[in-house]
């Protein structure tokens, strides 16, 4: 009897183990378990650990498509790449540039003809409010040529050759802003890989996670005014460890964003293109962040 009811107590002992392991297991697969892949209502996403440059998520994102304003990314990054750069160094403002903001109703950083903005001010001007007449003045002054039309031509082509040094194969800029002339387009994955290399540049980094701010500019008759600038990217002001980058829209780009957020020691940078609307668009950023840092 004694042998006997020590057997069943060992059996008894060995099925609580048996299942608090099975349990255990369980709770632990749940714990660990992948996130689900998003779903977003942009046309095209493509997100990637910024530190190791592993794939998150992806959606069409190598597809081709219009980009609007996030072309001012390379406009930018080709700027800050120029050797020896002042980026004090003063640019007049043309009555050209206003004269294309008017003519394209384009987004303007509101530059008047006859100021004297530095490089870095129109840094500013060209990546918060999103001015096309920054974007206009920063490749007249960087293009080579004895004629304006021949410096954008040859701003846009180092815009392009910058490009293909990135590797960036499904990727073809014809402007300097992203007002397109027929053939300007990008991917999420080429754009995701220019932000990366852009922020690798302290001056770009600082700019593009600014939320607003207010420059002193010098006139045309040698006094001084002051041109105040919002960020229109409020991925900024709505998301914790926001960093960057920059907004898109248009006709035929729709909404798109290129993101970048770190939290802790991870960085998570990314695009979208083709949101429906600036509310899909913020929306859908907010899952593939949400989603990076939780993979």
């Avoid at 998520?57 to 980009?67: C, L, P, V, Y």
């Avoid at 903005?117 to 960087?142: E, H, I, W």
Wanted: net charge positive; with cysteine.
């Amino acid at each position: 009897m004694i042998t006997s009811t020590l057997g069943v107590r060992r059996a008894v002992t060995v099925t609580v183990t048996a299942s608090a392991v099975l349990a255990g297991g369980i709770f632990t697969g749940q714990a660990y378990a992948a996130p689900p892949t998003p779903s977003i209502t942009a046309q095209g996403g493509f997100v990637m650990n910024n530190g190791t440059g592993t794939t998150l998520f992806g959606k069409a994102a190598d597809t081709r498509r219009s980009t609007g304003s996030t072309t001012k990314i390379m406009t930018a990054k080709v700027v800050l790449a120029q050797r020896g750069l002042n980026l004090d160094a003063k640019v007049t403002i043309d009555k050209a540039y206003s004269d294309y903001i008017v003519s394209k109703n384009a987004s303007s950083a509101r530059l008047i003809v006859g100021d004297k903005v530095t490089v870095r001010q129109l840094l500013y001007g060209l990546m918060l409010p999103s001015g096309c007449d920054a974007a206009y003045a920063l490749a007249d002054k960087f293009g080579t040529g004895t004629t304006r039309a021949a410096r954008i031509k040859s701003f846009i082509g180092k815009m392009n050759t910058e490009a293909r040094n990135l590797g960036m194969r499904n990727t073809h800029f014809d402007s300097f802003d992203g007002i397109s002339n027929g053939s300007n387009y990008s991917t999420p994955r080429d754009l995701t890989k220019l932000a990366s290399s852009a922020m690798k540049n302290p001056t770009f980094r600082t700019v593009v996670a600014t939320k607003s701010t207010k420059q002193k500019v010098t006139t045309k008759t040698g006094g001084y005014r002051y041109m105040s600038w919002s960020n229109t990217n409020k991925l900024l002001s709505t998301y914790s460890g926001a960093i960057g980058v920059k907004t898109g829209s248009g006709p035929q780009a729709k909404y798109c964003l290129v993101f970048a957020a770190t939290r802790g020691s991870k960085t998570v940078i990314g695009a979208v293109l083709a949101s429906p609307s600036e509310a899909n668009r913020a929306t859908d950023v907010k899952k593939l962040l949400d989603y990076g840092f939780a993979r």
